[in-house]
Each structure stands twice: as structure tokens, then as C-alpha cells.
């Protein structure tokens, strides 16, 4: 009978509790509707009169208050009586839209539109009398949402436990992931169906520098497809992650669901906040077609303005970089023969020279009279400055300091001729994930920059983050990336990260932070490998929150060129090399070769020297994740295009039609393809080159060899 | 018979194995001697011929190099097969010794002497073909070693896990102790044997704003006392703890024995260390007096000479606050009626004020203009920058920025008021333990220090220590203590810290760094109160290998003058605080009471006046810890001394002999007392002043009430 009753109160309450909120994009094919079941509030989405994403929950974890550590005992503070998890009703809803068009410093395309309707929704938590807001905008392109703390006297600061999004897919589809790891982003894409992640799991990591791996985790950005008819691409990821730390997915592999699993610190702690506060969004880009995946700007239109008040000095760039010897292990970023130095007391004129320091005056000459005849904006130096002799590692915090170069690089001189022949040096704060030591030292590392003419910087991050307890993507280290880039723009400076946090679409407000690394790059050929399909993968993912500083450009694949014997190679023909220029947004692109293997094939090269890195258009030809991707673009200011085509380990025959090409142009195509023996193992530069005039009527054929790929400049005829 | 034959190698080997190293005290007084057996290294201590610690075990855990991280396990790395714990053979032995005589920048003698003999001792251990150094200084008052790396090849980088240094006695005796903590050493001393320690333990604590308690472990300085006929007075403490945490000490209550137990970081890790490294110095100060523990310098002398060009700038100090207002409850910190505030967000022009902000422009000028009146150097003003209203306990990492005063507070005119006075304000820079914060900030806090004149700042570092993972004594935050007393050197100003790490006779190296608390001071009465023997244990404990800023001198000791009803009050009569001025060595010594109370006693307050803060001469008079001290000081480059005398909750009587005085002087005497009626709890306010000629004939009996005291000033005559 009790139950009976039960039942039925329940029966009766359903209408009113299940009372849903619905939300459509702007063009109707999405829509997503948010409800509260038992106090629980729950979200869904759809997409054409298809469940992409069923009933899931949302809610988030505290930290109780206070507590007594004892130093042998767990130091992890306990649960909190006041979790966000559930007993909310809801007190209020509101309703907007937003369609504004806005032009990114840098970009793929000269103006993103950001058009949206708008769905805020305020929970009361009874138990706690505290309210919480959920906040959802749905693009045409996707869904963004993330939970909002007002400010409420009974609730100011807070620390947060976990947050417990969840993303419940009806079905079982097939998976592009890479391990969770609050360290590291640089490992192999994985291609499994969701059920298999598991399985997977657990062959999917090699050792890395610093790494604390999430078991059964999965990064974002993550890429899903439902597969068959009424196919669908989904991407889950994050935009605005800021003061908040990076969320991973865990998965739940028998229900096809995820769930956000944030990164803590040593203490447990995911996030100490401070109300009024906000989390990022969650984002689910939604298509059926792969291209519109690589087409979302999404991540970005859920970003704020920039507030910089001068953006005038942000550049695209290419380089080149004394960098490439010291990945392969040519040259070295050590001066000297010792394996342990101590800054400040060590005295580096009385040390031996190792004689392999890549960075001396003699070879910085050489890169830049070769970038310079070239036509390039930048070199990059590493190992520049004293301390790389015992920088990895040792945790060791004073390691660096950023201002004292070695003996044998004259900084003032080598500025100085840079310059006169048109040359910017780019600086290298390699930092060690010594985070502490360098904001100790930025100011004067910045300074430095400013008196010699520099204006960027590649920042690194290798190695257990100092203050240890922190991760490399824990709050307190996301906070610190955002530091330097703000202290780097007050000294106009352009910042490219390397082992920091993936961008969410940050650079909308940060554009000076112009680029980063945060994924499995060119530099890993050289250690235990990329797959051939890797880069046919990261564009749907890495790349959807921001740019990536991938390095292309490699001529010389083999290693046992430098090394006899060395079975080291980069899984790659040249002409794929050429493709990736286009296919990968790049505003800091590096031409990532020695210039001895460049002067072997000046006429591939050229098509280095010619491609823009800043755009005014992107169409994205075809594509599919972990197959292929063609992409032309359209340069910066100007009416000329290239196109570029790349390829996973298998070989493909493509057509491009040029139709997005002006009506009225005719242009000057230069064409740069495999050559028919051309293969990534075998024969990877064997290649052709050709002209041709091209107007949009024109159709051509590419022949693509394993891991192989096309490029095309088109200039306008005058 | 396999086990008599190996009895009889270990009987054969033996003396060899046993040959142990001698050392002698100059004074031939104190004797140690250093053995290996099986491997392992010992020491030992004697004092005139007894036993007072028997052979004790030396040694160090380290860490491996390298491994994986599960988010998900147990992350503390692993042990190393490389522990110098044993398997060691002596290779060398080195002897030498030093007399030497040094001046204190502030000190409580003009000069102390540094005479010892040493032996140090290389050790090789086969397993790891590694070298490690024990460096024994033997002087009069006792005993100092520390381990030493040198620089190897196969040595360079190294973590350590634990250092296992052991201080075996072989009795039980009588120790004052408080509870080992990473975090706080504010805790109630405890009077107990060795074999009571961990029954007493639990009840030897109360909740600070961060701890992190080690259980049955205490705090150095630890003091210990053989009873009985032949007793003996120990001190253990540590000195020259630089680049490595503070150490604690295990107990092992039925062997009487104590290991040293590192702080760590929530790493598990002890130190970072580099070769050539050394650890601090282990010592044992040891008399049959307790007078000549007070009297020991030993711990400054284990400290390196000041490397400062320039301590000029550094002079005693005396000083009041608005500061006791604040600790009682009386005025406030924060400026308005927020309970949370964002810097650079929050705009304090449109604040509510609470109405009881301390340190606004009007109180502040009546604190200088009565400071200035009587004398005083400098004027402490706490809560003058914006932060206050949230600035404990909710983990805000940016919580101050030392730099933007609350709009009441009018820096530019209330330092130009003070300086037309005589009086430097002193800058208060309270950290709420965000250490990484104030490093951020400490150049541009400096700044504005020299740009205003304020030469001395108050450090405060209340609540868990930013970095998260760190605590108050880890190597991170002792290294923080060290760079912000050198940037403060840069800047010429003088570092008084609360909530550091106690000192260990670092002053010598860092004479700016003149006073710390890292202890439990007067404050404390304010909160749950001190006990009456408190202040004759902590210059056995505390005081020995520095000064502290205790902040004596409260004359209005019952706070149910200012909150009728209230309970707590200070327990002490007047007489003893004024004693405290020369009992507990200060140079930078602080009247605590508010002007209005030292107004009614203006004839007590003549004492606090006419006292010395730096000295050319110390006298222990007579001295029992727990019980009572009687301390006689000259002052700097004067004839006149000073003469202070405590009890415990005991009445006592005492006979001063004054033939520490000069025989061919005459000395104008105005002597402070407890009147015959005053009681700490019944009667504080109730004293006597007399004056007096006295010669180094003179005999004065005194009585001390309960919680008493007594102080004399003595003027030469002309």
C-alpha cells in the first residue's frame, strides 16, 4: 500500500517534474531539451529528429569547509553536505539569442559568425538554499552549456570536488581518443569503438616526460561517429577554460557515456572558486557531415572579446628554427660536457664546450641568411641560455633563468644581424614546467625580449610541473599559461606554447597567445613515432579549439641520413609535407627542416616559401577523420588560394573541384603532387611539380601514395 | 657450525670495524666518537665522562629516478635501492679546528665565540660507489654534524625520502616538548618524561588555521633534563636549515630515543637536492646548567658569515602597533561590511564600511603621536591594504596585492606625518600563506616600501601554504623565507616573520631577517590562552637559534575590561611583562598594549621606555626551565644594564647579586616588582616601584607572584 501510494504521488508530481525546457537552433536542425527528474536536472540533444545525446545528468561536487590534517593519514578533505548533485527545483528561466559576426586577430576565415539561441536556467538546492544557473546556447553548429555560481551571501568561496557532467550517447560508435592524462596531451590517436576503449586503453600510452594517466579516461576534444545510414559526427569538448582546470571523460564503455573528470591538484582539489564564478562550457559540435566538424568555430564563439587594448603587433609568422638537429640528435641544446650546472654559480667560460651546441653564433649566421634569402619572418632558437647541461628530469626549480645566454650565442650581435637582413629571432623560454621559477623571472625574461627586438616567444613545459602538486593542467597551472600571456602582452609579445593546456577557443581573448602545442607533434617522429593517420585526425580534434604549432615541413625523412642504421623516419612522402601548411592552421608556421635538405629540393620548397599563414577564407573540400582531408584557403588580403590534400597509410585517388574559386579569375596554378612511385617507406621524395591555369570550372585528379598528399598555390592572374 | 664460523669473522673483524673516531670539546669536557658497524655509521656522546647519547644510528633514504603516474594510485614515488643507510666503509677522516671571534649584526653579546674541533669522516658505500661526508663540531656546549654530498659523477641529482638521524639517550627523562606539525609550532609546550610523550601527545593540541600533525613526533628545539644527582640539561635542535625543510622528531618512548622525521611535500618528497650538497647541522647543546643552554650560541655559530655588503640598515627596534585591538576583537582588519572581495574587481569607494576598521588615519595618527612621545622607533599598522574581508581560510591564492591601501588609509600622508615625528611606520605584508602570490607581488611591495620610507616589514603567513602541496616547513617554503629576506636586503629593508619556519641561528647569514615568531605568543592569550611557565621554557626551545617577535608589554591583561563578561585574559602580572623585555632577547621589540592602558601606568611604562633592544652583554642569573629565568643585560655601547626576572604559576623568591656589574661603578637603580599582593588571576596591575643605589655589592631579594616578575634598570652614574 505504501508503495502504491508512492507510486502514485509520483505519478502525479511527473507532469510537473518532467516539465522540460526546449531549445532550438537557429536553423531548427538541433534541439535540446533540459528538465529536472527527483531534484536532478538533466539535458538532452537531437539533431534533425535524431538522439545524439540522451537524458544526462548534470551536477557538480564540493569540498566541505574545514578540517584537522594529520600528516599520516589521507590529507584528501572529505565529501561536503552541500554537493550541487541534487534536490533542485527549478525558480526561473530566461531566454535570448545573439547573431553577431566577429573578426579574429588571427583566423581561418577573415570574420566567424556567433549565432545562437540562448537558454538560462536558475536551480534552487533546497537543502542548501543556494541557486545554481545552467546556462545552454545552441549553434547551428552545436551546443555549448556550463553551470554559473551567483554571487549569494551564503555561498562565496568554494572548492570543487568534481564536476559530474555527463554525456549519454544512445549507441554504441566508433571513437577517436587519446589517453587521459593530467600531464601530458602527446600521445598516439586511438580509433576503437567506444565499447573497446577499455581494452584499448591499456596499450594506448608510451612514457612521456611527466604524466599521471587517468585509467579508462579519454581526452578532449573527442571525436564520435555514428555509423551507417543517418551517419553523424559529434565532437565533445571544452571552450573558456579558464581559472578551472581541464576535464577529461571518463567513459562508461557498457552505456556508451561519459562522464567530466576534472584535474585536481596533490590535494584532491579540482578547483577553489569564488562566487560570482563560471565553469567552461561544455561543447557538443554535431554534423553529418566531417567537413562541418573542421568548419565549427563554435569553441571560439563561446569565448569573450579580447580586452587588449592594442593587437596591432599579433603577426602570422613563419620561421624557421635551429630546433630540428637537436630533436634528432645532431646538435645539442648543452654547451658544455657537464651533466650537472648551478646557475649562478657555475661558470660557464671555464666549462668544455661539449662542441654540438646547436645554438652558437656560427650556425645562427647560417639560419639566417638562409631564412632570409627565403623570404621567412622568424628563427627560433633553442638552447640559447645557460642550464639545459641538467634541465630535464631532475625537478629542479632554479633551472633556468631565462636571460644569460650560453658563451658562444651574442645575443646582441645576432639580433643585430638578424635584423638587418629582415630576420626577427623568436625567443625560447623552455621553462621545465618549472612554472614558479619562471614567473620569478618573466619580467626580466620579457625585458630582455623588448632591448633586443624580439617578438615572440615559444614557451615549454617539459617535465613534472613546479609547485609541485600542481599538473600541467590543473587550475593553478591553467592560471599560470594565462599569466604569462597576459604579462606577454604587456610587453607585445606573441606566445606559443609548448606540453601547456589544448586550447577551448581561448585565443578569442587571448590572441596573442597565437599558438601551442599540447598534442603529439612533428617531433615525435623522431622519438618513437606518429601514425600515418595522426594528422588526418587532429584536425577534428586538437585543432578544434585553437591552432597547433605542429611543425611541418620535414624533407629529409629518414633519420639513417644523419645517423647510418637508424631506422627512425617520419611516415610521410614530401608533398604530404606541403599539404599539412594547408591542411593545419598554422598562424606561427615553422619550415622545420635544415636548410641543407631544403637547397635539395628548392622547387618543393617554393611552395613553403609561397603559402600564406593567415586567411581569409577556409573551405574545407572533403574529409574524413582518420582517411583524408582536403582543404583550400584563401590568403590573407589577397585573391590568391592553396589547397591541400593529405592522406592516411592508405593510398587515394581524389578530384578537386576548383568551384570555390572566383566566378570572373583565372589562376596560376602551381601543383605539387606524389610522384606515381612516391611511397612514405619506400619513396617518400619522389614528387611532381606543375603549372596549370585553373578557373572554377576545373576539375583535377590527385593521386595520393601511402601517408601521401597534394599541394596547390593558386595566384590570381592579374 | 656455519654460525660460528660467520661469529667468528664478525669477532675477527670487529676491531677493526669498531675503531672508532674520537673527538674532544676543546674544554676537554664533551667527547664523541664515530663508529661503522656492519656498515652502518654511529655516533655518540659524553659529558665529563657520562653517557649522554649512546651509539646512534646515521643515514638518509633517497628516491628513484624514474616512473609512471596513475592518477588513480598511490603516487608517492617509490624507494630507492641506492639508501646511504648502510654498507658503508670509512675511506678518510679529516680533522681540523677553529677559535674564532665574530660580531652580530644585533645580538645579545657584542661577540660571540666560535671555538670548536672537528672531524670529518668520508664513508663509501659499494653498492652505489658513492661517497658521503659526516662533519662533527665539537665545542664547549655541545655537539653540531651534518651529512655532506659531495659533487660525484654518479651523484649529482638526488631526492631524499627521509633522513634517518637518530638521538638515542639511555634514560628516561624530563622533556618540554610540542607536538610535531608541518605546519604550525604554535602549540602549548608540554612538560613530560620521554616515556609520557605519547600519552600526553593527544592531548597536546588544538585546531591552528593550517596543521598537518605528526603523531608521537615533537618539534625542535627539543629540550630534555637527566634529574637526580649528575644532571644534565640537552638541548636538540638544528641549525643552518637552508634548502631543505625543517626536521621533526619521532619518538620511541621506550627506547628514549628520537629520529629525525623531514617535512615533506604532498609528494612524499624530503629535498631536492644537487651535489655538492649538505644537509643542516644536527645539534646537541649539553651542560649541567641550565643557564649555559640560554647562554649557547652554538646554532649561529654552525651558520656562515653574512655575504651582505651592506647591514647598515639594519638596527634594534622598538615599536608599537595598532595591532592588540585587532588580535582582541576590539577593531577590525577589513574596512567594510563584505564577507568576500575580488582585487582589482571589487570597488572599494562603494564598500560599506564596518564602521571598526583599526587602521584608518585618525587612530593612526594617535598612534604615532603617543609613540612619538615616548620614544619609540617605529609604529606596526596592521590592515591597512584591501583584502581583509576574505582573506583566511578559503584557500585565495591572489588575496593581497601589499600595494593598495584601504581608502581610509592616506599612506602618502600618514608615513609624512610619521616621519615629521621621529617614527617609521612599519609595513605589514600578511600573505595568508599564498606564498606564490607574494612572490608575484614582493618587488612592487618593496617599491612602494623605499618610496614611502618604511624600512621593516612584518611578513604573516596564516592558513594552508600556495603553492597547494607544500606546507610552513617543506624545502619549497623555507626557500621562499630565504628569497624574500634577500630581495629584502636589495631593497635595505628588515624582515620580521610570522607563521615561518623557526629560526636555527640563520641570522648570521641573514642579518635582516632579524626577528620571527614561529611560536606561540601573546596573541594566543588573546585566543585560548598561554600558561604562566610558558615564557620561562620557550628561551630554553624557541629562543635558541633565534629571536622573537613575542609582543610582550600588555598591562590590561583582562579583556573583560574591553567586553564585560569575557573570560580570557593574559596570565601575567604587570611586573612580568615588563620583565619579558629582558628575559626573552628582541630586537625588534614591541609594546603590544593600546596607548589608552599604558596612560594609567605611565610610571611601569617608564621601564618599557628606558629598556635596550640590542646588547653588548648577557648574564643568565639564574635560570630553571618551566620554573623561572633571571636574565642581566648591558646595553649596546652603554654602561647601563637591564635586569629581568620570570615565574611560572609559582611564587618564588629570589636574591639578586649584582657583581656582574662593574666593580668600580655606581648605578642609579629603578626597580619594578610585584607588590605583595598581586596574583596573575586576582591582582595583575598591582606592583611597586622603588629606586635605588647599586653597586656589584648590591644584594636585592625579590618576590614574585604567581605568573610574576620583576625588572630593574640600572644607570650608571657620570
Do not use: C
Request: no cysteine.
Amino acid at each position: 500500500m505504501k508503495s502504491y501510494l508512492f507510486n502514485l504521488v509520483l505519478f502525479l508530481l511527473t507532469p510537473y517534474f518532467l516539465q522540460a525546457q526546449k531549445l532550438q537552433s537557429p536553423n531548427g536542425k538541433l534541439e535540446m531539451s533540459f528538465t529536472i527528474k527527483e531534484g536532478i536536472p538533466f539535458y538532452n540533444l537531437m539533431y534533425k529528429g535524431t538522439v545524439v545525446i540522451e537524458d544526462s545528468r548534470l551536477g557538480l561536487r564540493l569540498f566541505d569547509d574545514t578540517y584537522v590534517h594529520f600528516a599520516s593519514e589521507e590529507e584528501k578533505p572529505s565529501g561536503s553536505s552541500s554537493d550541487l548533485e541534487g534536490g533542485f527545483t527549478k525558480i526561473s528561466e530566461q531566454r535570448s539569442q545573439k547573431n553577431e559576426i566577429w573578426n579574429p586577430v588571427l583566423g581561418e576565415k577573415k570574420s566567424y559568425t556567433n549565432h545562437y539561441n540562448e537558454l538560462s536556467v536558475t536551480l534552487h538546492q533546497v537543502s542548501s538554499d543556494r541557486n545554481l544557473v545552467v546556462r545552454f546556447r545552441l549553434f547551428n553548429d552545436g551546443l555549448g552549456f556550463r553551470y554559473e555560481f551567483p554571487y549569494q551571501k551564503n555561498f562565496e568561496h568554494f572548492r570543487i570536488r568534481e564536476e559530474d557532467t555527463e554525456f549519454d550517447f544512445p549507441t554504441d560508435m566508433k571513437a577517436w581518443w587519446i589517453v587521459a592524462d593530467y600531464d601530458s596531451q602527446e600521445y598516439q590517436p586511438q580509433t576503437t569503438l567506444i565499447s573497446q576503449i577499455p581494452e584499448q586503453w591499456v596499450k594506448a600510452y608510451d612514457k612521456h616526460s611527466s604524466q599521471t594517466l587517468v585509467k579508462n579516461a579519454v581526452q578532449s576534444p573527442l571525436l564520435l561517429k555514428k555509423e551507417g545510414k543517418n551517419s553523424l559526427y559529434i565532437n565533445v569538448a571544452e571552450a573558456a577554460v579558464l581559472n578551472y582546470p581541464a576535464s577529461h571523460l571518463e567513459v562508461d564503455a557498457e552505456k556508451f557515456k561519459f562522464k567530466t573528470h576534472l584535474t585536481p591538484n596533490r590535494l584532491g582539489v579540482k578547483a577553489y572558486l569564488q562566487t560570482p564564478a563560471v565553469t567552461p562550457w561544455r561543447t557538443i559540435i554535431v554534423s553529418d557531415k566531417a567537413a562541418e566538424i573542421l568548419d565549427s568555430k563554435l569553441l571560439f564563439n563561446l569565448n569573450e572579446p579580447t580586452k587588449y587594448q592594442d593587437t596591432s603587433y599579433i603577426h602570422p609568422t613563419k620561421y624557421m628554427g635551429v630546433w630540428w638537429e637537436m630533436i634528432i640528435g645532431k646538435s645539442k641544446w648543452a654547451y658544455s660536457t657537464n651533466s650537472s650546472v648551478q646557475l649562478g654559480e657555475t661558470d660557464y667560460t671555464k666549462l668544455t664546450p661539449n662542441g654540438k651546441h646547436g645554438a652558437n653564433n656560427e650556425k645562427v649566421r647560417e639560419y639566417i641568411d638562409f631564412a632570409s634569402e627565403n623570404g621567412f619572418d622568424g628563427l627560433l632558437i633553442e638552447g640559447w641560455n645557460v642550464g639545459w647541461e641538467d634541465w630535464m628530469g631532475h625537478d629542479k626549480e632554479f633551472v633556468f633563468d631565462f636571460i644569460t645566454p650560453y658563451p658562444d650565442f651574442d645575443i646582441a650581435m645576432l639580433n643585430q644581424y638578424a635584423h638587418s637582413k629582415g630576420i626577427k629571432l623568436i625567443m625560447h623560454h623552455e621553462t621545465s614546467a618549472s612554472a614558479s621559477n619562471y614567473e620569478r623571472w618573466a619580467d626580466k625574461a620579457f625585458q630582455l625580449m623588448n632591448r633586443y627586438g624580439y617578438d615572440a616567444v615559444k614557451t615549454g613545459y617539459v617535465g613534472d610541473i613546479i609547485p609541485r602538486g600542481e599538473h600541467h593542467y590543473s587550475q593553478w597551472t591553467v592560471n599560470h599559461y594565462y599569466r604569462i600571456a597576459e604579462k606577454a602582452n604587456e610587453y607585445k609579445i606573441m606566445v606559443n606554447s609548448h606540453e601547456s593546456i589544448r586550447p577551448g577557443g581561448e585565443s578569442r581573448t587571448y590572441p596573442n597567445w597565437i599558438t601551442a602545442e599540447a598534442a603529439r607533434g612533428t617531433e615525435h617522429e623522431a622519438f618513437k613515432g606518429n601514425n600515418p593517420d595522426q594528422q588526418t585526425i587532429l584536425p577534428f580534434t586538437r585543432w578544434i579549439g585553437g591552432s597547433m604549432d605542429y611543425t611541418p615541413g620535414i624533407f629529409q625523412t629518414k633519420l639513417d641520413y644523419y645517423f647510418p642504421g637508424d631506422k627512425r623516419f617520419v611516415k610521410t612522402t614530401l608533398a604530404k609535407q606541403l599539404a599539412l601548411y594547408v591542411v593545419m592552421y598554422m598562424p606561427l608556421q615553422m619550415a622545420a627542416d635544415l636548410p641543407e635538405n631544403y637547397r635539395k629540393h628548392m622547387d618543393a620548397f617554393k611552395f613553403i616559401k609561397d603559402v600564406a599563414a593567415d586567411w581569409d577564407d577556409t573551405k574545407i573540400l572533403q574529409a574524413e577523420p582518420g582517411d583524408y582531408i582536403i582543404t583550400a584557403r584563401k590568403a590573407k588580403n589577397s585573391e590568391n588560394w592553396f589547397v591541400g590534400g593529405i592522406t592516411d597509410e592508405n593510398k587515394r585517388e581524389f578530384v578537386v573541384d576548383f568551384t570555390f574559386l572566383d566566378n570572373n579569375k583565372k589562376y596560376n596554378a602551381i601543383i605539387y603532387e606524389d610522384a606515381a612511385d612516391a611511397d612514405y617507406i619506400d619513396n617518400p621524395q619522389s614528387y611532381n611539380i606543375y603549372k596549370k591555369t585553373v578557373t572554377n570550372k576545373s576539375k583535377i585528379k590527385f593521386k595520393m601514395a601511402r601517408s601521401g598528399g597534394f599541394a596547390i598555390s593558386l595566384t590570381s592572374k592579374k
